[in-house]
């Protein structure tokens, strides 16, 4: 089994820049699907970014498409999430998720990760 563990997270100002990462041990990482979603407080978990086992495709949610981006590096087990020009309505607690590339469910929908990591606190103040 695949575990994961996100780091990254802080305080920044609009406008700003932060790169989370997320570190994964176990043999199945490869070739596994990894997703970024966030969530704050009251509200569900929403999707983020996703990339495909050899990184080939990726995935946005519009709100982030062309301030996000995200990579892995499977030779270092990590998948790293880069944030351009934030703003305060990305403050969320970001999670790190992964699933097998064989799942049926869409690369947005969370129901479909079967690992996630304890999260990691972003704030963007105005």
């Known amino acids: 089994q695949v575990q994961v563990v996100e780091s990254g997270g802080r305080s920044v100002q609009a406008g700003g820049s932060l790169r989370l990462s997320c570190a994964a041990s176990?043999?199945?990482?490869?070739?596994?699907?990894m997703g970024w979603f966030r969530q704050t407080p009251g509200k569900e978990r929403d999707f983020v970014a996703s990339?495909?086992?050899?990184?080939?495709?990726?995935y946005y949610t519009n709100s982030v498409k062309g301030r996000f981006t995200i990579s892995r590096d499977n030779a270092k087990n990590t998948v790293s999430l880069q944030m351009n020009s934030l703003k305060p309505d990305d403050t969320a607690v970001y999670y790190c998720?992964?699933?097998?590339?064989?799942?049926?469910?869409?690369?947005?929908?969370?129901?479909?990760?079967?690992?996630w990591g304890q999260g990691t606190q972003v704030t963007v103040s105005s």
């Open positions: 998720a992964g699933k097998s590339r064989l799942s049926l469910t869409t690369m947005q929908n969370p129901a479909g990760y079967t690992y």
């Open positions: 176990g043999r199945t990482f490869s070739s596994n699907f």
């Open positions: 990339i495909t086992w050899n990184g080939g495709n990726t």
